[in-house]
């Protein structure tokens, strides 16, 4: 069903999480791990996913949609737990739009908290980051290490298949060993000085098992989820003013854009727990 508000609600809500589609419940999952007191309301644009291989233009476009969505649903603070989004809209919505939309309102990615770590993690001064094409060709992770470590020398490794294989529930499946094994030797071949391997996508979780079986034990693999989840605690702690104005439920309700029968479905495997999903229209 259609549901369309006119204004920003001015009293206190929940935080906005958003994805192209399941990956970022599981930043949403740690985030609450962490964080149970407070109201989440997460937003998947099924319909319209992977965002990973589509131009800059169309993924701003579709995030300032849920964006502006989820801050009509009443949230004052909105995560994108989705590297793609991330990459190649945060910047614009932070810079041009938030201050159309509603300056005191907040949007937060999830590549600065991640590169934040890996200057505590690398030894050898040689990262590599999977991601989706579209993350690794926006070179976000390269600028954001450079700002904050630069001795650190960043290799990228897109990895177009491991969305889909996740999305379509095949990331226990011997095809997924297949297209695992062959990008993470992919990177390590292009830098064999790498230590540290930055899973810069939020469905990679899912693929955890299969990344763990390929990568060699002397290579620290990240999962961003818990740094992400620290970094917005930190954040509210030194945020007292957007602190207020998130509401202390302990509740979480979901919208996606697709069938909420088949979101259901597939959220349970990443929450671990029943979930009914609310279908909305973003435009
Ligand atoms: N989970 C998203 C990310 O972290 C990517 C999924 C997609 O390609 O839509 O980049």
Known sequence: MLQRNIEFPQ???PIGVFDSGFGGLTVLRQIRELMPQYDYLYLGDNARTPYGTRS???VYKFTLQAVRYLFQMGCHLV???CNTASAKALRSIQQNDLSKMDSERRVLGVIRPTAECIGHITKTRHV???ATPGTIRSCTYDMEIAKLYPDIIVTGEACPMWVPLVENFEFDSPGADYFVEKSINQLLERDKEIDSIILGCTHY???QKKILRYTPQNVQLIFQGDYVAHSLQDYLL???EMKSRLTLGGTVRYLTTDQPEQFNQSANIFMGQPI??????LE
């Open 128 to 130: 590599g980051i999977m």
């Open 56 to 58: 800059f233009e169309i």
């Open 205 to 207: 979780p899912l693929l």
């Open 276 to 281: 009914q999903a609310t279908r909305i229209m």
């Open 238 to 240: 030194r945020h007292p």
């Open 79 to 81: 995560i994108l737990g």
């Open 11 to 13: 009293i206190p809500g």
